[in-house]
């Protein structure tokens, strides 16, 4: 397997994974969990979305977080943005990277921005625009590439002209989101390669759902094919709004912990990354998905006093 | 990707997931799991095991199991036998495949087994000898094989001299098991090429554990190195002595649902597995880790009347 050494992973866990939280997490809580993630060495973090209130209620308190979070040098802070509005509030705001993008789907745009893929690419244009020139970063996402849950399978030529659309918005990093959990290892392999052949030069990223368990063998997949940018949640914060008892974002602590153990640098440290994973247990109270800071690491040894009934 | 186009997946739930439950199962419920099972399409299910009754009381009804269950023609049956006593008991109740093995760990084996590994051999060998002439099959199993939760790392040496045994016991098909979740895509292919390379004729099974959430991650690099044989447990069935809120086996529903989604053929009928998986809930009386039957298969489309807050 010939992989990149150095993988960037970015975390998205304040905003895409709070954001389908129901009651408002309070705006310290937020702060809590963002400034316990700058202190573990990922290069990027989501921390909010300048999205109407009414639409995302729980991103209310956008300029509030921006105001308040402890800025880490070298950590780049991250916002979603829907439109030209939210691109000037992101950038008054200080933010560093603007997310924007829109779904291969028409079902899923008009459903969720209730815009025609037309009309949000119109939006995605004008925060180009806004975003030139202000010195700070679009980062763009292809939402639903790998399936539409209400759709089924997408057409690659509907992938290929909006992630085509990104490119010449010159956005320097642009993610492949699997929305909803749809995508399989050959699927993330096949459409990377073909954008790959398409766009040499663009670096691509992956954002994936662990909706049905594929997130860490999708990930593998699209490591085998160079990507070496991927944005997930921490502890697995987030979910599934059309199955309330499905996982999301795939968790950020147990791919960091697969990518250490294949020897992939990260420049993350491990057990913070847990720490925060615990924290953000605390700040939703309840369990989350997060699989490492129940079982421990794999290098974590038990005392033999410890007897298991395992025959293999 | 180069990989098998037909894989086997042997179900072990009801071995290898209920040994870890605390409270006894009744024979009855046991049952109707192992028929639901049988009727899915699985090549082989692991419906025991012939321990002793102090050692494994889940497994105390092992003999009453196999006398009541309804065979499906094209079914194999199988059971974990520790022992020669435990292999005359196996094919006196009409068990078709006798899983045995060892871990590549002293630790693990003394803790476990209260034999060393040395005795543990000759007990296997006695096992190999009990099952030549008797029209069963002798599957093997080589435990902690990619790392033991007491000592950590296994000694490639360890490894080779317990594989090349039970290839001299002709076992047609041995199997690497991770039995705390230790493995990684690379640590998976680098054994499997090794083994493979020394016994190119040898048919070589993987029995991955999710632990860690890297499960159908190391399934995937076991694919890619050319491994067709897999076990797994319905619903996720089982968990980790070692700690109590992780998990166990892979799960069954949810690989057969990225094997088809690859399209590999299993002979498997996927739905009927859910529908197992859903009754293994019921039979142990909780939610279990699987989750495929949450989330739906990714080919079940949602109604465009079900809005959701997915940005991407």
Known sequence: MSMPQRIEVSEVGPRDGLQIEAGFIPTEQKLRLIDALSATGLPRIEVTAFVHPKVVPQMADAEAVLAAIGRRPGVRYGAFVPNAKGAERAIAAGVD??????????????????????????????????????????????ATAF???????????????????????????????????????IGIQTLVSQLQARWPAQRIGLH????RG??????????????????????????????????????????????????????????????AARLAQEVVGRTLPGMVMKAGKASELHPKGVKAIKLD
Chains 1, 2 share one sequence.
Do not use: W
């Open 214 to 275: 594929l997130g860490l063998a999708n990930a593998l997949a699209g490591l085998q094919v160079g990507v070496a940018d991927f944005e997930s949640s921490v502890g697995g914060l987030g979910g599934c709004p059309f199955a309330p008892r499905a996982v999301g974002n795939i968790c950020s602590e147990d791919f960091v912990h697969m990518l250490h153990a294949m020897g992939l640098a990260t420049g993350i440290d491990l057990d913070a990354l847990i720490g």
């Open 208 to 211: 994936l759902h662990n909706t």
């Open 97 to 142: 990277d603007l997310k924007a993008g829109m779904a291969a789907s028409d079902s899923f745009n008009e459903l969720n921005t209730k815009m025609t893929t037309e009309q949000g690419m119109r939006a995605i244009a004008e925060i180009g625009q806004a975003v030139r020139g202000s010195g700070r970063q679009l980062v763009g996402v292809v």
């Open 147 to 185: 399936g539409c849950p209400y759709e089924g399978p997408v057409a690659l030529d509907r992938v290929l002209a909006l992630f085509g659309q990104l490119v010449e918005l010159e956005a320097p990093l642009i993610y492949l989101a699997d929305t909803t959990g749809m995508a399989d290892p």
